[in-house]
């Protein structure tokens, strides 16, 4: 996933805004009047994703087809562009939203975004051994950047994780 251009598009986000704006955090409302180009906020409880509904806590959800990446989270919203997040298997699509979601709950590290969307995939029950592989290929070519680990790196982060007690 490439989070360098999100990175650069939030912080543009940012200079723009006033002061005071600032201040409030950059709201999904804001971000939405900035990107234009039908990017939309569904509520809290709206969105199904690949026929699952989801959640991340009472945080909304930007619909947002410029997007450059899968998904992204900002604090207190996260991000999603529709036509790539629907290009990958299910299991991979909930598992890009529940990464992004850990954001909201855990910070920015990378790898305790990885493996707290791997637990919460287990915990909720959507997310079986046999699905591990899936996410894997999925991560597995990525290359490193000053964010992630190598796709493979990551891979043996989500199945270390998988098997580890869960995350609180």
Not at 11 to 17: Q, R, T, Y
Not at 59 to 65: E, T
Request: net charge negative; charged share 25%.
């Amino acid at each position: 996933m490439r989070q360098g251009s999100v990175v650069a598009v939030l912080l543009a986000l940012l200079s723009a805004l006033s002061t005071s704006a600032r201040a409030e955090e950059l709201s999904a409302e804001a971000y939405v009047e900035h990107v234009g180009g039908g990017a939309y906020i569904m509520e809290y409880g709206e969105l199904l994703l690949a026929g699952r509904r989801m959640t991340c806590g009472k945080r909304p959800v930007v619909i947002d087809p410029k997007l450059d990446d899968y998904a992204a989270a900002y604090p207190g919203f996260l991000i999603l562009n529709p036509a790539k997040i629907e290009q990958v298997d299910p299991v991979v699509a909930w598992w890009i939203f529940k990464h992004e979601c850990a954001h909201q709950f855990k910070g920015p590290d990378e790898e305790t975004a990885d493996c707290w969307a791997v637990q919460r995939g287990r915990a909720e029950g959507w997310l079986k051994t046999e699905d591990v592989e899936s996410i894997c290929s999925f991560i597995r070519p990525a290359e490193g950047d000053s964010m992630h680990f190598s796709g493979s790196e990551r891979c043996g982060i989500v199945r270390r994780c998988f098997g580890a007690k869960l995350l609180q």
